[in-house]
Every structure is written in structure tokens, then in C-alpha cells.
């Protein structure tokens, strides 16, 4: 059993997505006809929408007991659902970019059975992700060192899966705080009207199923392993990892995360397309197969945790230097012993 790892992964290369970008575009031309958007996402939102306003009808005279299994495992995974779909909105996949508020007014609706607005901050900071992935001080899906030391331990680990709506939520707010904009108020207003209206009508019962819903299948809920999966390193020398489950079905296909990295303007019904057209570029990529399975590796493996994360140094990443070199750089960047966890296969 290997010691708790005490710094993250430090490399010191620009990250591989847009190398394999190219290199795959190179060879297989036709992966341009994937681009684009897909409309039918529209669908999806609709159907789990009313379904959760119905939903939320249904548990409004429930007992404590029934409503809290009622939130955990339907509202928990409807709202966990409607979470991974903003992520497609964030890249404007519905609509395409030439129709900004059509895929705006339908990330307000979507947002509406979470209880709490997200879509605008989400849409945001994301891009931030992808354009400056495991940057240090940039990434905003990076964790911070406070939270690395604070939940290294079993039970630490417990308690960070289960607060993951919170840490995804504020870590970027406090930061790397942006200015508030109109499309944020907007969001907000939105969706404290509906709040407002759900308790108005229905009472107190179907707002908890709602919101609490959401606290709960954002945290400590089988779906959130792809929180963990998409880039805590598992396998040495891999950052991002796919995963090709089931649960693919309802999450908008956020499984197919090295596709959707490699070209974020495919639509995800489309990413598996990608796959079968270059296989030899993903097959041999270490993915995974169970989500649940990633979470109890990452609650009992000792070498996992927060600092199993790979960052990069912004002014060593010659990528970054060189387009930002007129920008300050970010605090909070300490560079490491790169001590490296041993090599392990995943499922």
C-alpha cells in the first residue's frame, strides 16, 4: 500500500488534446462532418423538465421517509442529468453559436428543476477549463491545495464527494472571480421565480425534493464518479479519461470525455462517432467502465485523492507562456518534488 500522495502531478508539456486534434484531423477528414449541433438535446431537457415538475407534484404530501428516498434517487439523478446537459449548452451544442439565445433561453429552462442557478457561472468558467486545462491558477476544475490537505484522509475523501456541488461551485467564485454580468442576474431572477412558484403551488415538500435533489446528486451519488473520473489521474502519465458505461445514457454522453476534449464542438450523441472512426487513438487509452468503481478507488486507495490532479506550471508550459506572456500570472503556484504515485490499472 502505497504512502497518501502530499503534491500534485507537475508536467511541464502543453496537454495532449490539441496535439491528438490534429494529428486525428489529419488522418480522418470526415470527423469535420460531426461538428456542429445537435437540436434534439432540446428534446432530452424537455422531457426530464416536465418530468421533474411532475415529479415534484407527486412527493408534495409524501412522508420525510418517501420524500427523501424520492430526492435522492429520482430528483438526485434527474438534476445530476440536467447538470451534464448545461455542459452542452456551455458549448452552445444544441443551437449552434449563430443562435446564442436560443441556446440561452433553453439553459434557463433547463436550470429551471435544479432549484439553484447555474448555467450562466457554469458556461463561464468552463471555458477556462478547456482552454487552459490543468494550468495551474486557471483551470478552474482544479483542485486547491487547502482542499488537498483538508480531505486526503478515507473519511476526507467521504466528505469531499459528498460536498462536490459546493467545492465545483465556489472554487471558481473565490479563485478567480469574474464580474458579475447581466445574463448572471438573469439566471438568478429566473430561477428564484420558479422557486417562488413551486412553493407558492406546491409547498414546501416539492421545493426540498428540487433543490436538495440537486445537493445530493451532485455529491455522494453514483453518477458523481464522473467527477472523479474525468481527470484524476489513475494511470500514470494519462490526465483524462473516458468512460463507455451505461450511464452514458442519461448523462448526455459526458463519458466520451477524451472525445469530447479532443473536439468540444461535437455534439455528444455524436462523440461515440469519433471513437469508430480512429480507434487506434482512443482504444489503447486507459477509460472506465464503473463509475461507482471509481469512487470507492478513490475513498480507499491511498495514493488517491485531491492531489491526484496534474498541473501545469504557467510560465514552464510553452503553450500558455507564449499566448498569455503579456498577462500576470495567476498566485498560488508552487512547483513540486514531482513525486510519482505507482502505476495502476483502473476496472
Partial sequence: MGKPREDFFWEYTDEPHATRRREILAKYP??????????????????????????????????????????????????????????ELSHNLAFGPHRPLANRLLGFFANLPMGVPAFITFKKYHRDHHKYLAVDGWDPDLPTRFEAKLFSSALGKILYVGL??????????????????????QNLIIQILFDISIYYYLG????????????????????????????????KGYETYSYYGPLNLITFNVGYHNEHHDFPNIPCWRLPEVR????????????????????????????????????????????????????????????????????????
Fill in 204 to 235: 414546501f415538500n416539492s421545493l426540498f425534493y428540487l433543490i436538495i435533489g440537486t445537493l445530493l446528486g451532485l455529491g455522494f451519488h453514483p453518477i458523481s464518479g464522473h467527477f472523479i473520473a474525468e481527470h484524476y489521474v489513475f494511470v
Fill in 30 to 87: 470526415q470527423i469535420k462532418k460531426l461538428f456542429g449541433y445537435d437540436w434534439r438535446i432540446s428534446l432530452q431537457f424537455a422531457a426530464t423538465v416536465f418530468v421533474q415538475i411532475f415529479m415534484a407534484y407527486m412527493v408534495r404530501n409524501m412522508s420525510w421517509t418517501e420524500l427523501f428516498i424520492m430526492t435522492y434517487v429520482v430528483s438526485g439523478t434527474l438534476n445530476h442529468s440536467l447538470s451534464v446537459g448545461l455542459h
Fill in 164 to 185: 462536490l456541488p459546493v467545492t465545483y461551485s465556489l472554487r471558481p467564485i473565490l479563485v478567480m472571480p469574474k464580474k458579475i454580468d447581466l445574463q448572471e442576474v
Fill in 276 to 347: 469508430k472512426i480512429a480507434p487506434e487513438y482512443y482504444d489503447n487509452l486507459p477509460c472506465h467502465n464503473s463509475w461507482i468503481k471509481v469512487l470507492y478507488d478513490f475513498i480507499t486507495c491511498t495514493e488517491m485523492g485531491p492531489y491526484s490532479r496534474v498541473h501545469r506550471d504557467y510560465k514552464v508550459t510553452s503553450e500558455y507562456a507564449i499566448l498569455n506572456k503579456n498577462e500576470s500570472k495567476p498566485s498560488d503556484t508552487i512547483l513540486s518534488n514531482d513525486v510519482l504515485a505507482s502505476e495502476k490499472k483502473i476496472n
